[in-house]
């Protein structure tokens, strides 16, 4: 180290003058990072001096940071550029000539010349490619008939069983604590709301400025991730900091290295075999090190943050000895004061003839809220029935309300009633909104003016300004909804008196289950794969740690990503906005309620004290889905102290009732 300390002062430094200390320790770190040797250093200085149009320019620390950035952007520019050719070398193995027996490469002489076979791909790339496009998909026009509303001229749109021809609603699909009886409905709804809402996340910090994430800041962000569970982990199991140490070194001593999995290729799935383990800057100087169970228990995905014990005897591999738990936040928990004040509120508000208060009901429902086949909302005319009907004090709603994917929202055709609007061309998104979502959710609070409504948004929403994950909330004042309706963000934790409800409409389930690498023997394994995922995200403390999220795979794709979301008929995909992560992070505590919806298999479990709910989505390409009803009955409570403090935890798992119903 010594003999390149006084090569890189030789090559650097002034005469009779030393690289100062800061100076000196980023050029070791870049000759060590990017393997280079001094002089192979000093070129690239030459060159990038040049290029920045300073001959003589002065190496200072300023100076040696722009150079670092500027290396490290030449790289990833190369790492993409061999991707792309290796993308393209590809696709050019597999690539099948098309009519090689005719000559014909695009089909052009099909049924124009005697004798010439039509072939039905060629035909229907013909009508795909050179078909004038339809005067309707470029406005939203107007109807005066609600039949003309719900039969829209579009071929693409594959005829399937109506929403009113549907099959077992209301039959109950899944159920956890059935033997607690269901709150009844009274016979007239009160005015005066039985709950308050108060958000536990920072919400202004939402509205954020999408589609300008730097890769430098990124970068941070991931790297910060891991830094703080190695904290964590270090607190938790009580390390010293030397126990810590860097998996990509060679080593004969056995460390812990905290990290996170990744795949060793960038567009490879991740497999046994192709595990690796990415480390922070800090600890490891970002490098990437192939992992070596040797039988041990793991459940894995990429973006997991793991804390693993081994060595690196060869410097070829980690060789994993043991995987450490990571710790987990607590509870939720209230004062006996607050507790109080709740409990007096659904006493008060309560109209039941005895002392006993009716119970808190729940009602969530996940979007789409129409079928592809037209726009009538029946879903969502139907669940705001529901709700009605049960007299539920909060109806949760996550999007997509306007769904991007929605064959008419995309192509623009879309129906308004006459009295809507005196100039339809002029018709915007907003809109539509205002005419197909918000009159349900306006005859739903005039039935029950005690209501609470909270709407979650979704980045499939037509009428979402941001387009990433995490999500600003909607702009309720353009949307003409009644003031028992809130607007939140994506994600959310927000308290439903003393019950702490968490809400993400992102898929993460889904997206782990696709790259989920499970051992035999690990937890869950043999058995209960949803609660397997539930508990990977609590364990994460994060309601989206995949990371980096499936690609988005279209329609006409050989993959089988269509199907594989066949429970809705609905193509996934996430986009996060990376700079903004840590607003998804659960903070301080769990949700007692953590609701996932998800295209997989809808359900209620309870996975280490937390109850987790996925509803299923309301509507699905040709038919009706599923909704959950939630009833919390009220209970005594243990009691804990923490922090000197003495408090009452919830245990809201033991005291609720949740059903998976057919709409």
Known sequence: MAEVTDEINELFALPNAPLPQDVLGELQSLVRVHSLSPQELFFKWEAYSLKMGGENSRVDYKTVRDFKKDLQDALERESRGRVHL????????NATPRNANTGDVFGVLDSLVTGTPVSKSAAGKRRNNFETPSAKASKVKTTSSPGEQRTPNVESIAKGTSFADRKDPGQIVEQLNGHIPLAEAPAEASTEARVKLKANTEMPKFAYKPMAMKLSEASEILDDRIDEFTD????????????????????????????????????????????????????????????????????????????????????EYFSVSEVLTLPRLQLPATSPADLEVHNARLSSASDSDDDVPRPLSISIASGPYTTESDLSYDAL??????????????????????????PLIASGDVSLPDDFLSSPDNATMTDVFRALVSPPLHRLIQR????????????????????????????RRDLGLPRQVLCVTNPIMLSINEVLVGVSSEDVLYEMQRQRVVSSSARFAAGDTLAALSANVIDQRHFFPVFPPLPRRGDDDNSDSSSSAGKGGLSIAASLDISY???????????????LPSALTPFAKVVDGVMVVNPGFLSKKRGAGTWARVVVKRREVREEEREGEKLLRHEVYERARVDIVRI
């Not at 290796?86 to 193995?93: E, G, H, L, T």
């Not at 005319?381 to 929605?406: Q, R, W, Y």
């Open 86 to 93: 290796q993308s393209a070398s590809k696709r050019n193995v």
């Open 581 to 595: 992560l840590k607003l998804g992070d659960m903070l301080n505590v769990v949700p007692d309620l953590l609701i």
């Open 448 to 475: 029950v003016p005690s209501m609470t409504v909270i709407l979650v948004p979704s980045v499939r929403d037509a009428i979402s300004k941001h387009v990433s994950w995490p999500q600003d909330k909607f702009l």
């Open 232 to 315: 964590l982990v270090r607190q938790h199991h009580r390390f010293p900091e030397s126990a810590f140490g860097n998996p990509a070194a060679e080593s004969t001593a056995e460390i812990i290295a905290v990290g996170r999995i990744a795949c060793d290729a960038p567009e490879g799935k991740l497999n046994a075999a192709s595990m690796v383990l990415e480390t922070s800057r800090r600890m490891g100087a970002g490098l990437r090190v192939p992992l070596r169970m040797d039988k041990q228990q793991f459940d894995f995905f990429p973006g997991k943050i793991v804390a693993l014990k081994g060595i690196n005897a060869s410097g």
């Open 381 to 406: 005319e139907e669940i705001c029935s529901k709700a009605a009907g049960c007299v539920a004090d909060v109806l949760i709603l996550t999007g997509p309300f306007l769904d991007l994917e929605h």
